[in-house]
């Protein structure tokens, strides 16, 4: 299944906008203003809600909560020797991990493929392209794809590496 992820441009509040390969919305989803630790909510079409990404605060590690209808999966963070993060889906079995500054990702279960995230070829702003191996899987793979853009420092506009 083939999906687009587009990230909106200028707003306060982290928004995007989920797709199928025929331009039909499928999710909307929008950050929280005020909320304890940062938080997705994700609706579908219709405006309802069907998913929620969250910080969850006085935790150990930095750990994220994906809560879809009565079912919760914990998503942390794994520092690797390469410098680059991993998130691991813990009730998943699922793994994100690739290229976070080119947002060239794999969504692995073992050995695996579960979904590839690469930004869309000729795309105006910041659309990627998800392609996941099931259906029923595709809101999984958004709300992990989600925890990652949640957990990634945000840069000041006049910010310069050392």
Request: proline letters at 2%; aromatic letters at 6%.
């Amino acid at each position: 299944m083939e999906l687009y992820i587009k990230k909106a441009k200028l707003t306060v509040l982290d928004k995007y906008e989920v797709t199928d390969n025929k331009g039909n919305k499928l999710y909307d989803i929008k950050g929280e203003l005020v909320s304890f630790g940062k938080h997705l909510r994700i609706n579908n079409a219709l405006g309802h809600e069907v998913a929620t990404v969250a910080e969850k605060k006085l935790a150990i590690r930095d750990v994220y909560i994906i809560k879809s209808g009565s079912e919760e999966v914990e998503v942390f963070r794994i520092d690797t020797m390469r410098k680059v993060p991993e998130y691991r889906a813990k009730q998943l079995g699922w793994t994100l991990k690739g290229d976070f500054v080119k947002k060239s990702l794999k969504i692995m279960e073992g050995l695996h493929t579960v979904a590839e995230i690469r930004p869309k070829a000729l795309s105006f702003g910041e659309t990627l392209k998800l392609n996941v191996r099931k259906e029923t899987e595709a809101l999984s793979a958004v709300a992990l794809y989600l925890v990652s853009e949640l957990d990634q420092p945000k840069k000041p506009e006049n910010a310069t590496e050392k």
